[in-house]
T-cell receptor
Framework: AQKITQTQPGMFVQEKEAVTLDCTYD???????LFWYKQPSSGEMIFLIY??????QNATEGRYSLNFQKARKSANLVISASQLGDSAMYFC????????????FGQGTRLTINP | DADVTQTPRNRITKTGKRIMLECSQT?????MYWYRQDPGLGLRLIYY???????NKGEISDGYSVSRQAQAKFSLSLESAIPNQTALYFC????????????????FGPGTRLTVL
């Protein structure tokens, strides 16, 4: 079965600092995708970044990068030069190529950026 | 216009009432999903559909039913609402993911905030 674990319920970071949000996953399937979503207080789910299980390099999208350590089954999100607008809930999710191809989400991390 | 729309956006109802949440998409995707979000629990899958004739239960389907009226429309019903169904409900769509291709995430609607008194 798929499982995503985010062990940081909340994080507080000073503006302009880098922040790492942790995510570990569990699956026995070799083909999967890992995703990060941002959910601001308005409630919408915003896609940030994707990493495939066969990708050799870590994914990057602007200020977002994904630190993918396959042997450790971790997919941490790194936000560089944090901004006040980064304050939100962040969810890690996994999708298998087999079966329903549903997204399985972690519990989320609430990130607060302090000025 | 938004690719995935949900109506209503907010709803307050009473215990025992039947409620329908509607989802429409213009993405042309075959796959549609209903998720529920509770504080501290992330999103959990209620039902999903691969096409009009294919409906499947997710991990928390008890107390819910769905209808796929067309490729673009997927409705979620609470037959007899109860207070612990108070939550934020998301509809999502995606294309199928085939081997060798880059998988898409899912495209989410804006959410429906449901309160059952």
């Amino acid at each position: 079965a798929q499982k995503i674990t985010q062990t940081q319920p909340g994080m507080f970071v000073q503006e302009k600092e880098a922040v790492t949000l942790d995510c570990t996953y569990d699956t026995s399937d070799p083909s999967y995708g890992l995703f990060w979503y941002k959910q601001p207080s308005s409630g919408e789910m915003i896609f940030l970044i994707y990493q495939g299980s066969y990708d050799q390099q870590n994914a990057t999208e602007g200020r977002y990068s994904l630190n993918f350590q396959k042997a450790r089954k971790s997919a941490n999100l790194v936000i560089s030069a944090s901004q006040l607008g980064d304050s939100a809930m962040y969810f890690c999710a996994m999708k298998l190529i087999q079966g329903a191809q549903k997204l399985v989400f972690g519990q989320g991390t609430r990130l607060t950026i302090n000025p | 216009d938004a690719d995935v729309t949900q109506t209503p956006r907010n709803r307050i109802t009473k215990t025992g009432k039947r409620i329908m949440l509607e989802c429409s998409q213009t993405k042309g995707h075959d796959r549609m999903y209903w998720y529920r979000q509770d504080p501290g629990l992330g999103l959990r899958l209620i039902y999903y559909s691969f096409d009009v004739k294919d409906i499947n239960k997710g991990e928390i389907s008890d107390g819910y039913s769905v209808s796929r009226q067309a490729q673009a429309k997927f409705s979620l019903s609470l037959e007899s609402a109860i207070p612990n169904q108070t939550a934020l409900y998301f509809c999502a769509t995606s294309d199928g993911w085939t081997s060798g291709a880059v998988p898409l995430g899912q495209f989410f609607g804006p959410g429906t905030r449901l309160t059952v008194l």
